[in-house]
């Protein structure tokens, strides 16, 4: 045995959502884009830089096999030739991106690894960029976060990796009364709500895939102000723009509250590689509407009290852990049906400078998937300076591109008068992919 936990219900379930795709685009490929400036490297350098590190990386040299009960973690040995390669790309405007949205929709092949790097060179004169793609049955966006920076960051003890949950242990045990509260709030949320369900506009597997990028202060500024976490400015300028949108392309999620589905990280300084994924997928109903933003700001941050509460966190690391296959499997599926899927928002952050050699990583784009049934999924990483966005939406949403700078807007909303001394960084939108 290799001592990580048995595949969990998410993880197959990302699986077979993957299996069931009608598109690519709805495939369970997540990663990172590394914008990069210095001397484009040989692939054979590159190669040899991973394969120094591999031994540290479990996630990166073990497959998901089996189905069920059976489903285990098995030892592959990576075939870097395979994994690692090198692309040319056009130096127009938006190539890169239009490069990376149809390197998105590759398979994975059966028995090795789900992981690759690409070396994108040709539409920078200063620099290249790297491209790293998962699977999200054996990545999540923690692992993800350990892996660059095992790769390209400063040697640190595991600790000190931006990828575990601060101040959680696998060695805690929660108290009675607060798994009664966590009971509470979980079932406070699952009834189903239905609003993307619509048989004249249903749902498909076709996505758009955007990226926008602010300044951090815009998040860090606008939380001071609401005593808030910056990850309740992100949540309070997503519905912004998700009621923005939907005044008039979709009114249902224009009025009272908004579901919002929000990845809680679970995973322990052991773990920080380990395969699989390492989170409790909660909702959590934010509120939408007209009000201003500070009031909705002020009432995110009620909401989301729970979330950020370490005992809180205790309960669902241990029901992840300790609960029977059976029942984690019952609670994804409801979770998961149809009229409960609904918009994910992820938050990462990358606390760490990294670097290949002299080349320094200036920006990282994040990628995130969204599996059919989404209707969008949205992930902010934090890297340096920069706050970097990633959306993913349904296709079938009309004018659903227009999201990401209407988040833009609301962010500058809530940052105020300061917002405008720091204007927005760079959005790139969704152009027609063969």
């Known amino acids: 045995m290799n001592g990580f936990l048995r595949p969990s219900a998410a993880d197959l379930f990302l699986r077979q959502a993957d299996r069931l795709a009608e598109h690519p685009d709805a495939n369970a490929t997540i990663g990172a884009l590394l914008h990069v400036t210095g001397a484009v490297p040989e692939p054979a ?44 790309v056009d130096s127009g405007p938006g190539a890169l991106e239009t490069a990376v949205r149809i390197l998105l929709r590759e398979p994975w092949p059966e028995g090795r690894p789900a992981w690759r790097m690409i070396l994108l060179h040709g539409h920078a004169c200063d620099g290249f960029a790297l491209l790293y793609l998962a699977h999200h049955a054996v990545q999540d966006g923690g692992s993800m976060t350990a892996v660059l920076e095992a790769l390209f960051g400063p040697a640190l003890p595991p600790e000190r990796l931006s990828a ?98 929000v990845p809680v990280n679970l995973r322990t300084r052991e773990e920080a590689t380990a395969p699989g994924n ?59 049906a149809p009229g409960r899927l609904t918009v994910c928002a992820s938050h990462l952050v990358m606390r760490h400078r990294l670097h290949y050699g002299e080349a320094v990583v200036d920006r990282i784009d994040p990628v995130i998937c969204c599996p059919p049934g989404a209707p969008m999924a949205v992930v902010m990483l934090s890297y340096q300076s920069v706050v970097s966005a990633c959306f993913r939406v349904d296709r079938a949403l009309p004018g659903s591109e227009c999201l990401p700078a209407l988040w833009n807007d609301a962010l500058a909303d809530l940052a105020g008068p300061s917002a405008a001394a720091e204007p927005v960084i760079g959005s790139a939108t969704s152009t027609p992919t063969p």
């Not at 073990?62 to 069920?68: A, I, K, Q, R, Y």
């Not at 575990?164 to 009364?177: F, K, N, Q």
């Not at 392309?249 to 908004?258: K, V």
């Open 45 to 88: 350098d590159l190669r040899e830089h991973l394969a120094a590190r591999l031994p540290g990386l479990p996630c990166l040299t073990h497959v998901l096999s089996g189905d069920g009960t059976a489903a285990r973690w098995v030892p592959a040995v990576p075939d870097l030739a395979h994994h690692v390669r090198a692309q040319m």
């Open 278 to 336: 390492r989170l409790f997928l909660t909702r959590v109903d934010l509120p939408s509407g007209t009000a201003p933003a500070g009031q909705r700001l002020a009432r995110t941050r009620e909401i989301t009290a729970p979330l950020k509460c370490r005992e809180h966190k205790t309960v669902l690391r241990a029901a992840l852990t300790r609960l029977p296959p059976w029942l984690l499997r019952r609670l994804v599926a409801v979770s998961t």
């Open 164 to 261: 575990p949950a601060r101040g959680l242990s696998s060695t805690d045990r929660p108290r009675p009364l607060q798994v009664l509260r966590t009971i509470r709030t979980l079932l406070r949320h699952v009834r189903r709500h239905h609003l993307w369900r619509s048989a004249s506009q249903p749902l498909t597997s076709r996505r758009h895939t955007l990226w926008t990028q602010v300044p951090d202060t815009w998040l860090r500024i606008a939380a001071q102000a609401g005593g808030a976490s910056t990850n309740d400015v992100y949540l309070t300028a997503l519905t912004g723009a998700v009621t923005r949108w939907a005044e008039d392309a979709w009114p249902r999620a224009a009025e009272g509250t908004l579901p919002v589905m």
